[in-house]
């Protein structure tokens, strides 16, 4: 079975960084487009980045547009999510997922994605 499993979360002050780490289970993500999803208490699922095959064309919801970045590694089968400048409002759980479909086709629409990990908690308090 094809799964994602996400890791990197934790606990950190306002105005401090986490990286988030997605790494697949039983394939290669190389000929995937990943994007990260999060989902905050009492919200809906909302995707905040997404990377192409290419590893170079990326895009971010504005609310982290200055603040996290999205890469990948082919050689470490991995994406990544650095997370700088964190605020209480980026509390959540996050997701990452996989498709084949394609960069604009997904972008950040969480019902265009067919593979997902179980999440990884990230919480932002004093």
């Known amino acids: 079975q094809l799964q994602l499993v996400e890791s990197g979360g934790g606990l950190v002050q306002p105005g401090g960084s986490l990286r988030l780490s997605c790494t697949p289970t039983?394939?290669?993500?190389?000929?995937?487009?990943v994007a990260w999803f999060r989902q905050a208490p009492g919200n809906e699922r909302e995707g905040i980045s997404c990377i192409n095959t290419d590893e170079r064309t990326v895009a971010y919801e504005d609310s982290v547009n200055d603040r996290f970045t999205i890469s990948r590694s082919s050689a470490a089968n991995t994406v990544y999510l650095e997370m700088r400048r964190l605020e209480s409002e980026d509390t959540g759980v996050y997701f990452c997922a996989a498709t084949r479909r394609g960069f604009l086709e997904a972008f950040l629409a969480a019902d265009k994605y067919d593979i997902w990990g179980k999440g990884t908690r990230v919480t932002v308090s004093s």
């Open positions: 039983g394939f290669f993500l190389d000929e995937y487009v």
